[in-house]
T-cell receptor, first 112, second 117 residues
């Protein structure tokens, strides 16, 4: 089953602009993770934010988490053409399997 | 960093045949591995959770007799699509969770594209 929705479904921006993607989820979580997937490839882990954290940074990435609204956002600053990919949020719940439930994804196109 | 490989990367088979996909953790021991399928331009859907030495736990709606999962060692899990049909054509991705650290981090394989004719 899918945990939640991401918006926008697709985003096209110019190189150098910032890109913001949002993720909403339905159940309580232990943490939320963001992944990138280039077309036809596997997933690359970008960043993990725990349920007791509100904001986290990693290079040009900034992730926020609002557990009261069950939502998260991923901001990519100063985007590059190489950032073109699909971005997925995934939530991990508290059971022992630590399985991830993925959102619907945002397809980002960064135009050179 | 931790590396997960999948083999084959692409497979084309005839309807009715069975296909085995391997998922290996190359530089760590994976107590738990996960199998996902992904249709074009869609998200990853978790199929099953595989623990070394025990039976896999399948998600609701996934046929366990159709998708056989074996996790015989701490570095290898296999997914066998039995009697494949065109509707089984998809991108199959595995991931592995390291048992001793990186509690919530999963490392993903590069995926296997299955096309059933």
């Amino acid at each position: 089953s899918q945990q939640g929705e991401e918006d926008p479904q697709a985003l096209s921006i110019q190189e150098g602009e910032n890109a913001t993607m949002n993720c909403s989820y339905k159940t309580s979580i232990n943490n939320l993770q963001w992944y990138r997937q280039n077309s036809g490839r596997g997933l690359v882990h970008l960043i993990l934010i725990r349920s007791n954290e509100r904001e986290k940074h990693s290079g040009r990435l900034r992730v926020t988490l609002d557990t009261s609204k069950k939502s998260s956002s991923l901001l990519i600053t100063a985007s590059r053409a190489a950032d073109t990919a699909s971005y997925f949020c995934a939530t991990a719940s508290g059971d022992s399997s630590y399985k991830l439930i993925f959102g619907s994804g945002t397809r980002l196109l960064v135009r050179p | 960093g931790a590396v997960v490989s999948q083999h084959p990367s692409r497979v084309i088979c005839k309807s009715g045949t069975s296909v085995k996909i391997e998922c290996r953790s190359l530089d760590f021991q994976a107590t738990t591995m996960f199998w996902y399928r992904q249709f074009p331009k869609q998200s990853l859907m978790l199929m099953a959770t595989s623990n070394e030495g025990s039976k896999a736990t399948y998600e609701q709606g996934v046929e366990k007799d159709k998708f056989l999962i074996n996790h015989a060692s701490l570095t290898l899990s296999t997914l066998t699509v039995t009697s494949a049909h065109p509707e089984d054509s998809s991108f199959y991705i595995c991931s592995a969770r390291e048992g001793t650290s990186g509690l919530y981090t999963q490392y993903f394989g590069p995926g296997t594209r299955l096309t059933v004719l």
